[in-house]
């Protein structure tokens, strides 16, 4: 939800649309399918889908056989559903697109108010990359980098959902469940997340859940 009101917000900008979404070994590839109807639904200019296995490393419970966590409200430290370097490893496959179609910005959907907890998704961490734009690609040497822009980092989910009404998101094909390829759980982090912000909007959310 938080990637396709970015690129709803990036639209909004004048900006065209050159979406990526990855294929990173995810045991639940719903979010794939979805992403392709919202880049559809937006009027991306092209759609890559990258095929970056992060399985050959594991340690997420995202991408190994471990259990997913339901949600805990006074959970401390990062969650098991942490992937490691995601992030990093997402912007830099973006920011070679970037360079070679000489794009002035990557997008990205990092929030770092209702979120879980991942240090990969924080107004620190999105600065230190811009550094690393910077320094290491030809526009930044020139003086021209490439932007790393994160305009929902710091929205509330319920802010986020207002947002995508606004702009009209298609927010009837994101996909934010961590378990479940058909009903959304409506018990891991991510459903508890997005549900609380579609509350919070006094909108009710257009995906089905198995339990709420």
């Keep these: 939800m938080d ?16 979406a990526i979404t990855f294929d990173y ?18 009027g991306a200019k092209e759609h890559k889908i990258i095929n970056a296995d992060l399985r ?12 997913v966590p339901e949600f805990e409200k006074e959970r401390k430290g990062i969650p098991p559903t942490y992937v490691p370097a995601r992030n990093t490893i997402f ?28 240090p990969d998704c924080r107004k620190e961490y999105i600065e230190a990359y811009q550094r690393v734009a910077d320094l290491g690609t030809k526009r930044g040497v020139e003086g021209n980098p490439v932007k790393i822009v994160a305009p929902v980092m710091d929205m509330s989910k319920g802010d986020i959902v207002k947002k995508g009404i ?12 961590y378990k479940s390829e058909e009903k959304a759980c409506g018990k891991c982090d991510s459903c508890i997340l997005r549900l609380k912000g579609f509350e919070e909007a006094g909108v009710k959310d257009p995906i089905e859940y198995d339990q709420i």
């Design 3 to 18: 990637s396709c009101v970015t690129a709803a917000i990036a639209k909004s900008m004048g900006h065209d649309i050159y």
């Design 25 to 42: 070994g995810q045991r639940n590839h719903r979010e794939i399918e979805s992403a392709v109807k919202v880049a559809l639904s937006l």
């Design 56 to 67: 050959t490393f594991g340690g997420s419970a995202l991408t190994d056989d471990i259990e």
């Design 91 to 118: 912007l830099s496959y973006g920011l070679a697109y970037a360079e070679a179609l000489d794009a002035d910005a990557v997008f990205i959907g990092a929030n770092a108010v209702d979120y879980s907890g991942y």
């Design 166 to 177: 606004e702009l009209g998101a298609p927010l009837e094909h994101t996909w934010s469940c």
